[in-house]
Structures are given as C-alpha cells and as structure tokens.
Nanobody, 127 residues
Framework: VQLQAFGGGLVQAGGSLRLSCAAS???????????VGWFRQAPGKEREFVAA????????YYTDSVKGRFTITRDNAKNTVYLQMNSLKPEDTAVYYC??????????????????WGQGTEVTVSS
C-alpha cells in the first residue's frame, strides 16, 4: 500500500486548507475495517495524532485541539481520505502525515498501531 499526502501550503491564521491522502496499490472495499489517520509533527516535537476515520462506517475520532475546526472524511470510490482544516492557528503548523491501520482495533490515536505511512505534506500557518 502506498499513501500520498498532499494539499499543504502557507495560509494565514483563520484560513483553511484541505489535505488529501490518496491510497494506491490496493483498492479498499467499502466494507474494509481499516482506519486511516492523520498525524502531524511540528519542528522539535513528537509526531502527534490529529484525527482518524474508519474506512467502512465512517466513524471519526479527533484530538481535542482540533475538534470543531477539522473534519476528516473519506471517498471510497477515490480511495482517498480528506482532512478539512478551518480556523487554522499558528500552532497547527507542522508536517502532516496520513497512515493506515490494518488491524481490527478500531479508531486509535496510537501511532504504533499504524502500518503504512505517507510522505507528509507541510502546513504553515502565519500569524
């Protein structure tokens, strides 16, 4: 499985960006129990969980700092997961990564549970 994350860029505080995570190498059934997550890593900090979605049911899970501002969705037909980011803040500046958890543990913020990772896309929010 290959993941490609894109859509990052430079935006002013209060602005919006939509990140995309395109999966290739395998077509996921709409009934797959995989979980796709978004993580981010700011300079000098550890990679942290942002949001996750189940491929089949569309259940979602967000870290507290992005609730109400970020929305994760998926398009089964396009094998793509999106992260809509609104009301961006300078503290959202980071490299954003998408990843897939093939296990059956359901939604999880534990990065060690994720098996495949994309290359990352950089988001910079200016104040």
């Amino acid at each position: 499985v290959q993941l490609q994350a894109f859509g990052g860029g430079l935006v002013q505080a209060g602005g919006s960006l939509r990140l995309s995570c395109a999966a290739s190498g395998r077509t996921f059934s709409r009934y797959s129990r995989y979980v796709v997550g978004w993580f981010r890593q700011a300079p000098g900090k550890e990679r942290e969980f942002v949001a996750a979605i189940t491929w089949s049911g569309g259940g979602t899970y967000y870290t507290d700092s992005v609730k109400g501002r970020f929305t994760i969705t998926r398009d089964n037909a396009k094998n793509t997961v999106y992260l809509q980011m609104n009301s961006l803040k300078p503290e959202d500046t980071a490299v954003y990564y998408c990843a897939i958890d093939q296990g059956l543990g359901g939604l999880t913020p534990d990065r060690d549970k994720y098996d495949y990772w994309g290359q990352g896309t950089e988001v910079t929010v200016s104040s």
